[in-house]
């Protein structure tokens, strides 16, 4: 069993920068590989970031690429998403999540455990 809980979410003027935090229970956490997922009202749930078991391999969306990092400390038990120049339409509620595989997926099916999510709000 892992527990997730996310922080760092807020309110922040377009072209600012966020840094949210999700840090996990459980001695495995360096066993799973961590996601980033958004979930904007009325809309589907979608694929941010991911990071490998290691941190040695990271996936972005081509929506974020260049302007959010994913990265984890696993003495820490914590995965991070760094959020630069932040737009309007990264406005969202920001789960984070983990699932027990090599390579870290790109849909929301592909994770076993799920944080309650933050709230991030970029205005224009």
């Known amino acids: 069993q892992v527990q997730l809980v996310e922080s760092g979410g807020g309110l922040v003027q377009a072209g600012g920068s966020l840094r949210l935090s999700c840090a996990a229970s459980?001695?495995?956490?360096?066993?799973?590989?961590m996601g980033w997922f958004r979930q904007a009202p009325g809309k589907e749930r979608e694929f941010v970031a991911a990071?490998?078991?290691?941190?040695?391999?990271?996936y972005y969306a081509d929506s974020v690429k260049g302007r959010f990092t994913i990265s984890r400390d696993n003495a820490k038990n914590t995965v991070y998403l760094q959020m630069n120049s932040l737009k309007p339409e990264d406005t969202a509620v920001y789960y984070c999540?983990?699932?027990?595989?090599?390579?870290?997926?790109?849909?929301?099916?592909?994770?076993?455990?799920w944080g309650q999510g933050t709230q991030v709000t970029v205005s224009s």
């Open positions: 459980g001695r495995t956490f360096s066993s799973y590989a």
């Open positions: 990071i490998s078991w290691s941190g040695g391999s990271t």
């Open positions: 999540a983990a699932g027990l595989r090599l390579v870290p997926g790109r849909d929301p099916y592909e994770y076993d455990y």
